[in-house]
């Protein structure tokens, strides 16, 4: 087993939201709320990531003096290392970046009722965008858009089938987001490969679309480079676990592949990578992280396939503020699949363990997927695979 390199600073970069609105909220909505004015927000974890940093540089400043931008949280708090945190980061980031003002809202539970009362409640307060992250959003977004069709509503890794929209008519006041997981998938197989690791393991969580595109690039990102290097001896174990929340059954199966030889595993979907953590700390295994920066869950996570949540929002919100805050074209009633392209995937290199793979050879790859040298099958079929000639993938 390579030996790990000691542990660096954690940063974190985030990647989706929703932005959404609604009629007004009932009497007695038990939403939290919490304000958080440009001016007094603490540092974010986005504001401490040099990637992101370097990302919305590039998007010129625009001027939201007067605007409000609210931030409805999913299951968890906001400060959970994920999808809550990073992407209202991204809102925080556009409110320093522009003098609108923000606040994020948590609903009172886990039901759609409990989100669409959290969405109202900041449409009755004044909030011009309402944004989510999480597909869980998809059906109170939309009853929150036809009910408030002059508020925006931003919707990050939600499509329109998660929205549940019987016509297929997504409203013109909302902006749906997905990413490219094939993309991030592929960057994170071609690295362990190149950084010397031939024994690999995908762990999924349920089948849906954005885990099979993970899983999909993240084989042909090994056989890409197993072609490259000339090798042949590459071995993939792949399997779906039919659950996003820890089991014995995902441990057990972790414990027996690393047992057998598997040196990183790339754990996707949820809680799940908690199960894979146990047994890579039980038998000297290694992790690869998913959606977000995952480096400061242990020493063993040696990077992370990220989808970035904070730079897709800055994006969207900058497009809507330059249209006098209201969805221009590219963004009314569509669902967008950013990737390398718009700088919404990527590997955490400044936080990465890698040995061997340097931030030559990944700025690179990153390059050859923008300009379209390369291209990553974006397929989502679980029944059919990726075709493979210089890996051999054990699929489970």
Same mark, same amino acid.
């Given at each position: 087993?390579?030996?790990?390199?000691?542990?660096?600073?954690?940063?974190?970069?985030?990647? #989706?939201?929703? +932005?959404?609105?609604?009629?007004?909220?009932?009497?007695?909505?038990? @939403? &939290?709320?919490?304000?958080?004015?440009?001016?007094?927000?603490?540092? *974010?974890?986005?504001?401490?990531?040099?990637?992101?940093? %370097? @990302?919305?540089?590039?998007?010129?400043?625009?001027? %939201?003096? =007067?605007?409000?931008?609210?931030?409805? &949280?999913?299951?968890?708090?906001?400060?959970?290392?994920?999808?809550?945190?990073?992407?209202? @980061? =991204? /809102? &925080?980031?556009?409110?320093?970046?522009? =003098?609108? !003002?923000?606040?994020?809202?948590?609903?009172?539970?886990?039901?759609?009722?409990?989100?669409?009362?959290?969405?109202?409640?900041?449409?009755?307060?004044?909030?011009?965008?309402?944004?989510?992250?999480?597909?869980?959003?998809?059906?109170?977004?939309?009853?929150?858009?036809?009910?408030?069709?002059?508020?925006?509503?931003? @919707?990050?890794?939600?499509?329109?089938?998660?929205?549940?929209?019987?016509?297929?008519? /997504?409203?013109?006041?909302?902006?749906?987001?997905?990413?490219?997981? !094939?993309?991030?998938?592929?960057?994170?197989?071609?690295?362990? /490969?190149?950084?010397?690791?031939?024994?690999?393991?995908?762990?999924?969580?349920?089948?849906?679309?954005?885990?099979?595109?993970?899983?999909?690039?993240?084989?042909? #990102?090994? !056989?890409?480079?197993?072609?490259?290097?000339?090798?042949?001896?590459?071995?993939?174990?792949?399997?779906?676990?039919?659950?996003?929340?820890?089991?014995?059954?995902?441990?057990?199966?972790?414990?027996?592949?690393?047992?057998?030889? &598997?040196?990183?595993?790339?754990?996707?979907? =949820?809680?799940?990578?908690?199960?894979?953590?146990?047994?890579?700390?039980?038998?000297?295994?290694?992790?690869?992280?998913?959606?977000?920066?995952? $480096?400061?869950? *242990?020493?063993?996570?040696?990077? $992370?396939?990220?989808?970035?949540? $904070?730079?897709?929002?800055?994006?969207?919100?900058?497009?809507?503020?330059?249209?006098?805050?209201?969805?221009?074209?590219?963004?009314?009633?569509?669902?967008? +699949?950013?990737?390398?392209?718009?700088?919404? /995937? #990527?590997?955490?290199?400044?936080?990465?363990?890698?040995?061997?793979?340097?931030?030559?050879?990944?700025?690179?790859?990153?390059?050859?997927?923008?300009?379209?040298?390369?291209?990553?099958?974006?397929?989502?079929? *679980?029944?059919?695979?990726?075709?493979? !000639?210089?890996?051999?993938?054990?699929?489970?």
């Amino acid at each position: 087993m390579k030996k790990i390199l000691a542990l660096l600073l954690a940063v974190m970069m985030v990647a #989706g939201l929703f +932005a959404g609105c609604g009629e007004k909220a009932p009497a007695e909505t038990k @939403a &939290t709320e919490t304000q958080a004015p440009a001016a007094e927000t603490e540092a *974010s974890a986005a504001e401490t990531e040099a990637a992101t940093e %370097a @990302a919305t540089e590039a998007v010129p400043a625009v001027d %939201a003096t =007067g605007r409000k931008v609210a931030f409805i &949280t999913d299951v968890g708090n906001i400060d959970d290392h994920g999808f809550n945190e990073y992407s209202y @980061a =991204g /809102v &925080t980031k556009f409110a320093e970046m522009s =003098g609108a !003002e923000c606040k994020y809202y948590k609903p009172a539970g886990d039901t759609d009722q409990d989100r669409t009362d959290a969405i109202m409640q900041a449409v009755n307060d004044g909030y011009d965008v309402v944004v989510m992250a999480g597909f869980l959003f998809g059906p109170a977004c939309y009853n929150a858009a036809v009910a408030s069709p002059d508020t925006l509503f931003l @919707a990050l890794d939600v499509t329109p089938f998660d929205m549940k929209i019987e016509d297929g008519e /997504v409203p013109a006041n909302v902006a749906l987001i997905t990413y490219r997981e !094939e993309q991030a998938g592929f960057l994170a197989g071609y690295a362990a /490969v190149v950084d010397g690791y031939k024994e690999l393991g995908f762990l999924g969580g349920i089948d849906v679309p954005a885990v099979v595109r993970f899983g999909y690039g993240f084989v042909q #990102g090994a !056989e890409k480079a197993s072609a490259d290097l000339g090798y042949d001896d590459v071995n993939i174990k792949y399997w779906y676990s039919g659950s996003f929340t820890p089991t014995d059954e995902i441990a057990t199966k972790m414990d027996a592949w690393y047992v057998e030889g &598997t040196e990183a595993v790339f754990a996707c979907g =949820g809680g799940i990578y908690l199960s894979a953590l146990s047994a890579a700390e039980a038998n000297d295994g290694l992790l690869i992280g998913v959606d977000v920066d995952q $480096s400061y869950i *242990s020493e063993r996570v040696i990077t $992370s396939a990220m989808k970035s949540l $904070s730079n897709s929002v800055v994006l969207a919100l900058t497009e809507a503020t330059n249209n006098d805050f209201k969805w221009p074209e590219a963004y009314a009633g569509k669902c967008q +699949a950013l990737g390398a392209a718009e700088n919404c /995937v #990527g590997l955490p290199m400044e936080t990465s363990r890698f040995e061997t793979f340097t931030a030559e050879q990944y700025n690179e790859l990153f390059t050859a997927l923008v300009d379209g040298t390369i291209t990553v099958d974006n397929s989502f079929d *679980s029944s059919v695979h990726p075709a493979v !000639e210089h890996v051999t993938v054990d699929w489970q």
